[in-house]
């Protein structure tokens, strides 16, 4: 009987001590910081394939988590919950995330690849010598639509939305600076106007363009555009080229009076526990074959010069999704508005969103 007690009481220490280093390896910088990254990147952004190619190529373990908006990337980082080592936020919250100390500065010297970056998209105002961010993908905010499913009719101006002929045909991208931004360059202001008069003015005229209005989602909209159940909507133009590539009577413009044009880049944010493992998934990324691998799957615009030479010319030179420089000069780069007017345009854009079923 006292064997059979011995025998029980070793089993069970031997059970409790495996089951702590288990779960130490798992939680702690132990195995979670050495064999393991966190990828913190927007929805359908990225070739699952890719993932698997960088775990057997390092031995490194990705975890992606996928997020809809800057606003909500930002909460999470803010709230330090998760450990993640690379998010991919656009250049106005990385602004905000150097303001907030939320970011490590990169080492250049672990990322050879970034030489294949197109110095165009390299050294912005938004992180000067690229020293906590570089380029994954960029574009503007402009309307898709289809001209068969509307007796051929085109759009050119942002206020063609507004006419009494399209109700409940249209769907907008879910993006608080996008639909404010665009009401605001339908009205001739700037999409980084402070000017609480003018916002107020481009929150009623989105309240006016509500009987149009079918709906407000995320990435639901490649679905609800490739199969015909919407004829228009405003979209970042990279989920228009997929859009088109799964229907080609789709077509993308960029809207007389001006738009948006935005920068995806990858960044270290302060949460991360394996900074070797983010600067070689983000070195990874920026190799020539992966992202042009990238780029064929996602279908936004590669700053990749090198990947861009192994791309289809009738892609790169898409004026629609690779604006030439003199038309990128004329579309503005949304700013850092700060945390009282970053609210304030929530706040409009939630009234507004309060107006539509
Ligand atoms: N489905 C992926 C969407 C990524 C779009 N990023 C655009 C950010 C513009 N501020």
Redesign the pocket.
Known sequence: MKKLIQFFSTVFLVSFALMFLVNYLNTSEGYAGRNTITVFN????IDPELIKQFEKETGIKVILETFDS?EAMLVKIQQGGTAYDVAIP?EYAIEKMKEEDLLIKLDHSKLPNLKNIDERFLDLPFDPGNEYSVPYFW?TVGIVYNPDMLGGREFDSWNDLWADDLKNQIVLVD?A?EVIGFALNSLHYSLNDTNKAHLEEAKNKLIRLQPNIKAIVG?EIKMLMVNEEAPVAVV?S??ATDMMWENDKLDYVVPKEGS?L?F?NMVIPKTAKNIDGAHKFINFMLDAEVAAQNTEYVGYATPNKAAMELLPDEVVNDERFYPPPELTDKLEV?ENLGQEMLSYYNELYLEFKMHTK
Request: glycine share 24%; charged share 30%.
């Open positions: 927007w929805g359908d952004y800057n656009s574009g993006g600076r990435d970042w990279g989920d948006n935005w995806d949304y």
